[in-house]
């Protein structure tokens, strides 16, 4: 038993990689909508890059910590505070039995992930950790956390690499694909779609981001025979407003799809808030694939990382020690 | 055949514009043929009505390597192989609490019974999956069973129910909201952790639907309870 949740934030869910290969039956892959910060996080914490990861949004949890172990967080940015100290987004912090790990609003993007060393102990359901709250499926019993929960990691011995995950940098520009129904839409359409501001509405979630913007009408058709749906499928129903599909999405979907968000442009799309815009560049599919090989060379990389020079979040312990054997 | 790509890690497969038995029986052998090469850096294969997707590893194949593969194929070659596919049969419990709608068949003439009749002892084809885990897009629906689906949906519809919504047919493996005419509901569960197949059926597969009494409901419905329940599938090779 590693945490109790004492306060669990507004939609925490565990997620890992996804939950691939069951497309065909209708399992949405879920998964952590930022995949870099989940890569990341876990990395720092030297555990497999699959590892499951807390994902919060918005706002962070706050949990009692039950046994000694390390954690860090990466992608959105907020405060951490263990007990009375305050910490950085991106550093290992070590953990005393009996402390009180809080962590509070996203200040910088809108999901953070809280990884712990050795990963998040959940069942795996076919083949993943990931939660699908619309089906009650993996995670923690296929829902969003509730206080008075208790969260098992798995066994490490977190060791320092002496490094701390960069700041993120923020982008508004989102590349996309021409998508299956691109021909649906006439000029007029696609000059709206790359010229205009949308703005992501209240009504996104992990499903999908609902978009508010200049109307982009199909004349070739809004209602399309399902067909399986994709990460990033930018589909327009009649009204014309856009919605991005992501992680728990349906498998299938009967809307033309004009476009297909970049997956090198996933993380910064999905760390972006209700009320933020967002505008669109034109991208062909094998640009995209070279970003994205790029992008994801960058993560197994040493990229995203710098040295870590203020290891006060390590020594945790040991100052504890010597501040109590001072009787301070 | 149109082979494109809208996505950095899949390929995309049209073989036809309209819903039919035939397109259904091409993807499943494309699919089928696609399995057998077993491609390095294939992922996962998802068929629906009209097109066929193919998933993989960005760093093990590409989308131009899988473009050609797909050229390479002769589909009419494969149309001549011998075709398997699933009888599942589904018990279902018509009526009653079950299915709450069966009584609104009655405007278009049609007794309880009649709907009952129809529905039932019917193979269905599986054109595919999606919607919610496990759920079916199924054809084969009599057209006298067509009815509009509800203009005041329901919040909350029991896993196990089956219904008809339009032209469709099909059951909701999770309870969901919904606006479906019910007929009734079945006690097996259409995803299972612990079975294997954890789903039932897949694009390619048919189904037949078994009329059973509450007694018959009762009975199946402790099996399941205690994890010991059986399920009809018969292997088919099609003409």
Same mark, same amino acid.
């Given at each position: ?328 | ?101 069966? !009584?609104?068949?009655?405007?278009? &003439?049609?007794? #309880?019974?009649?709907?009952? +009749?129809?529905?039932? %002892?019917?193979?269905? @084809? ?51 909201? !919904?606006?479906?005419?019910?007929? &009734?509901?079945? #006690?097996?569960?259409?995803? +299972?952790?612990?079975? %294997?197949?954890?789903? @039932? ?39």
């Amino acid at each position: 038993m590693t945490f109790k949740v004492m306060n669990p934030g507004l939609f925490s869910t565990m997620q890992d990689a996804g939950r691939f290969h069951h497309q065909a039956y209708g399992f949405s892959p879920s998964g952590a909508m930022d995949y870099r910060a989940q890569k990341l996080v876990n990395k720092l914490l030297g555990n497999d890059e699959n590892a499951a990861v807390l994902e919060m949004t918005l706002h962070g949890v706050t949990l009692e910590v039950l046994q000694d172990t390390v954690v860090a967080t990466a992608g959105a940015e907020a405060k951490i505070f263990v007990d009375d100290e305050t910490y950085a987004p991106g550093v290992p912090i070590r953990l005393i039995k009996g402390e009180t790990l809080t962590i509070g609003k996203a200040e910088k993007g809108s999901r953070i992930y809280l990884g712990v060393a050795g990963g998040f102990d959940v069942p795996e359901v076919l083949g993943s950790r990931s939660t699908h709250t619309r089906s009650g499926i993996g995670g923690f019993r296929g829902r969003t956390l509730k206080p008075g929960d208790v969260l098992k990691s798995f066994d490490d011995a977190f060791q320092s690499h002496g490094k701390k995950i960069k700041s993120f940098e923020e982008d508004a520009v989102i590349r996309i694909i021409p998508g299956q129904q691109y021909e649906n839409f006439d000029d007029e359409a696609r000059k709206k779609l790359f010229g205009s501001e949308y703005e992501i509405t209240k009504d996104s979630d992990r499903m999908g981001f609902r978009l508010s913007g200049p109307e982009l009408n199909a004349g070739g058709g809004h209602d399309v025979l399902s067909e399986p749906t994709q990460l990033g499928s930018v589909q327009v129903p009649k009204n014309g407003q856009p919605i991005i599909l992501l992680n728990d999405r349906q498998t299938a979907g009967g809307y033309a799809r004009i476009a297909t968000v970049a997956l090198a442009d996933i993380p910064k799309l999905v760390q972006k808030s209700p009320g933020e815009t967002l505008t669109f560049e034109e991208i062909d599919v094998d640009a995209a694939s070279g970003l994205y090989k790029e992008e994801l060379v960058r993560i197994d990389s040493d990229e995203y990382f710098e040295p870590l020079t203020d290891f006060t979040s390590l020594r945790r312990k040991s100052a504890l020690k010597i501040s109590k054997l001072m009787g301070v | 055949m149109k082979v494109s790509r809208y996505s950095e890690n899949s390929v995309t497969v049209y073989l036809g514009d309209d819903i039919s038995e035939e397109t259904n029986k091409k993807l499943v052998n494309l699919k089928k043929e696609l399995e057998d090469q077993a491609h390095e850096g294939v992922t996962e294969i998802v068929i629906s009505y009209t097109s066929l997707i193919v998933y993989f590893d960005v760093f093990k194949t590409s989308g131009e390597a899988l473009e050609k593969v797909l050229g390479e194929i002769d589909l009419e070659a494969l149309q001549g192989k011998p075709f398997e596919y699933r009888l599942v049969e589904i018990p279902v419990c018509y009526g009653g609490d079950y299915g709450p709608d069966l !009584g609104r068949f009655e405007e278009d &003439g049609l007794s #309880p019974e009649d709907v009952i +009749d129809m529905h039932s %002892d019917t193979e269905y @084809l599986v054109y595919m999956l999606g919607f919610m885990p496990g759920f079916p897009y199924l054809g084969g629906l009599d057209e006298k069973l067509f009815k509009a689906r509800l203009d005041d949906p329901r919040t909350s519809i029991p896993a196990g129910s089956v219904g008809i919504g339009g032209k469709q047919t099909g059951m909701y493996p999770f309870t969901s909201p !919904g606006g479906w005419n019910l007929l &009734g509901r079945t #006690p097996i569960p259409l995803f +299972d952790e612990e079975r %294997d197949p954890q789903i @039932l059926y897949e694009a390619g597969d048919r189904i037949v639907f078994k009329s059973i009494d509450e007694a018959a409901y009762n009975k199946l419905e402790e099996q399941v309870a205690s994890g010991e329940y059986e399920v009809n599938i018969t292997m088919r090779e099609a003409e």
